[in-house]
């Protein structure tokens, strides 16, 4: 009887983890779509997409014209979206390479460290291979508007 209780309980976990990850996928694969829709309409190159204000700086040789560079609040890095690509925390990655991005709006505060992480507002960037990038207003300065403008205008539209 125990071992029918327990079996039951993994298959509706293993359900569960299945049903999450479907879910996920499935917005990823929208934003994904953009993306691709949109490298369409640039002749197969993925490219930010920018209507800002253009950063002041020099251009990459492989990412091209440097477009937002968003300064850490410490230190003289930055991180640096160019029209093909970004270099953040001495990482290159081109747009090509990226699989989804994602901001997630913080609620901002927390007296301790890990409720000031747990609340920050933080754009993700993953990687097809690789490791996922996390710019986070803890490190950089950024606003909300700016980290929404990048994800969309790489083609990776929030859902709604």
Known sequence: MYIVIILLF???????CAAITRAWN????????????QAARH??????????PK????ADG????LLVEIP????GDAARFYERGLTVGGKRVAYAELK??????????GITPAQKMR????????????????????????DRQTMEAIQTGLGFRPQA
């Open 119 to 142: 609340n920050s507002s933080v754009l993700w960037l993953y990687r097809k291979k690789g490791s996922t990038i996390g710019i986070r207003d803890m490190s950089y300065r950024f």
């Open 72 to 75: 850490k609040k410490s230190g």
């Open 26 to 37: 499935k917005g990823a694969s929208r934003r994904r779509t953009g993306a691709e829709a």
């Open 43 to 52: 002749g197969g190159q993925y490219v930010l997409e920018w209507d800002g």
């Open 10 to 16: 993994i298959a509706f976990l293993v359900w569960m």
């Open 62 to 65: 492989e990412f091209g014209p």
């Open 55 to 58: 950063a002041q700086g020099a």
């Open 100 to 109: 989804d991005a994602a901001f997630i709006p913080g609620s901002g505060g």
